[in-house]
């Protein structure tokens, strides 16, 4: 099989899987997404490693599970020993370019005890996850004020020490009074910018200036969309287009709060929480949440038009993703974090150019799949050695199911959440290490260990929309199998990252060459 | 409480628990280890992490299981992102000194993509896992044949490129005949060397030269015995010393080799085992075996009285420790690597001069402990701000046991085998990632999982000698236990390493200071 020469790996920020209309159950229309599924394959059951940002990106970038990496929540550092996606391409001579969000803290700890200064080249790349970013941009303004967005805005004309704040995510009224967009009783005003001005218009252009500038070199670009996280500001058009459009029907139930999980019910009186909690404010910030998802749909559209002119889209794998979804309200619930599929489940599409691909083209995949099975993708189709990253990497390449090869899958998908950083861990009374919870999901349960709590357990056959909690008291035989799947999972970890499989294999029983001669008479 | 001074971190490669006197069941005497108990105190049921050299140190001097620090047998780097003893004691000004055997490996791989050299002082550092050599000397010669152990016998006239291997391994018959000590069949011969030059003596002058050295500075010294570790062979008089006298008895039943469970029978075909597993072998082994603990029990007798003489004992915690036994025929095994008592339960005394513990002086205690306890023990006794090190060290310090403060304990312990590198793996077939063990013991049972293959049962109150494995057909209460702690305790590793928990707390709720407002209406 013909190597890939490019890869373009999009991520989308907390963009949930049922607003992408190649799912099928979209209330936005994304003809540019669904095109991209038509091009490719759709994994109609795809999940994320963490139902937030920062454990969910560590284990894309690593192609590890959260208790591998353990970066447990946003603004972990990532442990230095990690490799990531730009460690691994290395050794092709290809670089993991970033432009966007990566959500990667350095290690400094690790580096000062290296004696690595963060400013020289090594200390940029641990400090950027192993990306060389051509504009890394996290979605809000920096302590410093610095930014690439920040330079961009000012030379458009928005004046200002923070034209983020005052600008991208501020709104102006009728009136002409302007607001800021964190309150989101402004969501259905426009943004101060232009579309052309906001976030994702200014990454989308960050691509395809890389993406024109490309020539005979092979390059892996990392464009990672801020959009549509929170703020919920949209610009115009998109602020005002989904206005009265019938909405995704909010997913919950009056017994959720009186009969919830304790976690539950801790994160259901989070702000964010008591406020999407509100039908009126769900409604009322849904349609700007949708418009940023229709301009989203639009500027991929726009990359991968860039891509087809340059001529490298036969050579290119595409892989589209988010890094959570958002409640929106569903449950009682705000922003993100626990594992319904509201977050937890993620939009997946993958476009692998070549005729092995054929076989799945246009097609809706349903084996269970799961982030860290993009970082093997992206590696195998851009060629690289497995022996280089199969002893660190725990997903496993999708480019069998996109051949048509049949090959034992597994039946099972985990994910990991910490609480030690949210207001819920004050009301549940609980140390910061002691805030953690562990999902399995199969085909037809969805079960979750919580420290020091009883279990969540969902039967998706018969409660497809996850408002029947069976963990105060489930069926033992469902509770025996779910935790016997838990525990073979976390033994078989991999944590041998130190030493690959070809060097152990090739030191069985190696000690008599090296003249040591065990139990010899 | 005081916070003592100094530490002096005593251990003994592969000396077995039931061959310390204080254990009331030895064929040995060894009263300086008895009188170091009577110091202190004696852990009766004190467990290795893993029961064989490298995996256990690492877990010693990370205070980590071999499941989070995962140096899975012996020479697999350490990773560059574990903390040892060393960088948890760099705080406090007092320096991790190393006398004898680490077993650190360094994490090349790393140190090359943080550019580091490993000649440098970082790199050094890294290299010996965080140790400062006074003489590191792993129990064997290395390919370049430097060594200081080589200077010094060398110096002390025992000429040629490779001393160790000509006299301090090599034996000499009575007819002038000159031998290597790594045929088994020569153990009863005296090593070529004398008991003042041995390895074991040698280490123990390193040791008091240090000892001898100090003055006001604090001071952590790891003297690190490479004996009772094969090869098998003692200076004179300790050779001959036990040559006829009683032996331990062999612990094992015919029934063993036939209804042995898979991986316990690929290792008795093991060149050592199948030696071992010959009476007539471990009878001539064992009495140099004998000789050399005999010969370890004084030499540690001259440290302590050289720790006496130096005024430092009422200011200095002392512990003993080993970091496996060995097999020595028993079950039909030879060397370590398995889950029986006889290699993964080793002796620890610990002595702490201070009033506090005189509630536990003399005594000998009961409550299961770990290997990975003595670094929080260390850490403790010297002062260590925990917040530096609770977030990663999985072991607890022994000091409240000691200091007879009631609280809860722990009522398991684990340990963990990797048979990738050992003939074991092809004769059952297997890929290098898929040959671990994992071990829980609570007071009664001992179950071990086993990757691909039924587990092993041992009802140790019933059966202590572990000669009937029910792991073929275990009972269904027991096994749902067993495995429910090994589930509790694979999910509740400490992996955010990165960032201490007072900064977790600090950071809970924290966002908004940081402008960043989430579900604001």
């Known amino acids: 099989m013909t190597v890939l020469r490019n890869a373009l790996f999009i991520m989308v920020d907390q963009l949930r899987w049922d607003h992408v209309g190649?799912?099928?159950?979209?209330?936005?229309?994304?003809?540019?997404?669904?095109?991209?599924?038509?091009?490719?394959?759709?994994?109609?059951?795809?999940?994320?490693?963490?139902?937030?940002?920062?454990?969910?990106?560590?284990s894309y970038y690593t192609?590890?599970?959260?208790?591998?990496?353990?970066?447990?929540?946003?603004?972990?550092?990532?442990?230095?020993?990690?490799?990531?996606?730009?460690?691994?391409?290395?050794?092709?001579?290809?670089?993991?370019?970033?432009?966007?969000?990566?959500?990667?803290?350095?290690?400094?700890?690790?580096?000062?005890?290296?004696?690595?200064?963060?400013?020289?080249?090594?200390?940029?790349?641990?400090?950027?996850?192993?990306?060389?970013?051509?504009?890394?941009?996290?979605?809000?303004?920096?302590p410093d004020g610095r930014s690439g967005y920040a330079d961009f805005l000012r030379a458009a004309g928005y004046a200002g020490e923070d034209p983020w704040s005052a600008h991208a995510i501020s709104v102006q009224a009728p009136d002409g009074s302007v607001h800021s967009g964190w309150s989101m009783r402004h969501a259905h005003l426009p943004a101060r910018v232009r579309a052309e001005h906001s976030e994702t218009a200014y990454l989308s252009d960050r691509a395809i200036d890389f993406i024109q500038a490309q020539d005979e070199k092979r390059w892996c670009l990392h464009l990672s969309y801020v959009k549509p996280h929170w703020p919920y500001v949209a610009p115009a058009p998109y602020h005002a287009m989904f206005r009265g459009a019938p909405q995704s029907p909010v997913v919950k139930a009056p017994h959720e709060r009186t009969e919830a999980h304790p976690v539950v019910r801790a994160f259901q009186q989070h702000e964010e929480s008591l406020n999407f909690g509100q039908d009126a404010i769900a409604a009322h910030v849904k349609p700007t949440y949708m418009g940023l998802v229709a301009q989203l749909d639009e500027e991929i559209g726009?990359?991968?038009?860039?891509?087809?002119?340059?001529?490298?889209?036969?050579?290119?794998?595409?892989?589209?993703?988010?890094?959570?979804?958002?409640?929106?309200?569903?449950?009682?619930?705000?922003?993100?974090?626990?594992?319904?599929?509201?977050?937890?489940?993620?939009?997946?599409?993958?476009?692998?150019?070549?005729?092995?691909?054929?076989?799945?083209?246009?097609?809706?995949l349903d084996p269970l799949v799961e982030a860290i099975d993009v970082l093997p993708t992206l590696l195998e189709a851009l060629g690289a050695d497995p022996d280089g990253w199969q002893h660190c990497v725990e997903g496993r390449s999708l480019l069998p199911l996109l051949h048509g090869r049949t090959a034992p899958w597994r039946d099972a998908v985990f994910s990991e959440a910490d609480y030690a950083?949210?207001?819920?861990?004050?009301?549940?009374?609980?140390?910061?290490?002691?805030?953690?919870?562990?999902?399995?999901?199969?085909?037809?349960?969805?079960?979750?260990?919580?420290?020091?709590?009883?279990?969540?357990?969902?039967?998706?056959?018969?409660?497809?929309?996850?408002?029947?909690?069976?963990?105060?008291?489930?069926?033992?035989?469902v509770e025996r199998e779910m935790r016997e799947r838990l525990l073979q999972w976390s033994l078989r970890r991999k944590n041998r990252t130190t030493v690959p499989d070809s060097d152990v294999a090739q030191r069985t029983e190696a000690v008599k060459r090296h003249g040591i001669h065990i139990g010899v008479w």
């Open 302 to 364: 726009r990359v991968m038009a860039a891509l087809e002119a340059s001529g490298q889209a036969p050579h290119t794998l595409v892989v589209l993703c988010a890094d959570h979804g958002d409640m929106l309200g569903d449950h009682w619930l705000g922003e993100k974090e626990l594992f319904y599929e509201a977050a937890v489940r993620v939009p997946l599409i993958v476009v692998d150019p070549r005729p092995e691909a054929d076989a799945t083209r246009g097609q809706v």
């Open 22 to 58: 190649a799912y099928g159950v979209s209330s936005v229309p994304t003809p540019h997404m669904d095109a991209l599924a038509r091009r490719g394959a759709l994994m109609r059951h795809a999940f994320v490693q963490g139902p937030v940002c920062g454990p969910s990106r560590m």
């Open 63 to 142: 192609g590890r599970y959260v208790l591998s990496h353990g970066a447990r929540w946003n603004r972990v550092p990532l442990s230095s020993a990690e490799k990531t996606l730009g460690d691994y391409l290395r050794p092709l001579g290809v670089r993991a370019t970033l432009a966007g969000k990566s959500h990667v803290l350095p290690d400094t700890d690790a580096l000062d005890r290296a004696g690595i200064e963060i400013e020289s080249e090594r200390g940029a790349l641990l400090r950027e996850g192993g990306f060389t970013p051509i504009e890394r941009f996290d979605g809000h303004s920096r």
């Open 421 to 477: 950083y949210r207001a819920a861990r004050w009301t549940l009374g609980r140390a910061p290490g002691e805030c953690r919870g562990t999902m399995v999901r199969t085909g037809r349960w969805k079960y979750v260990d919580w420290e020091g709590f009883r279990p969540q357990l969902f039967d998706l056959h018969n409660d497809p929309d996850e408002l029947h909690d069976l963990g105060a008291d489930p069926p033992a035989a």
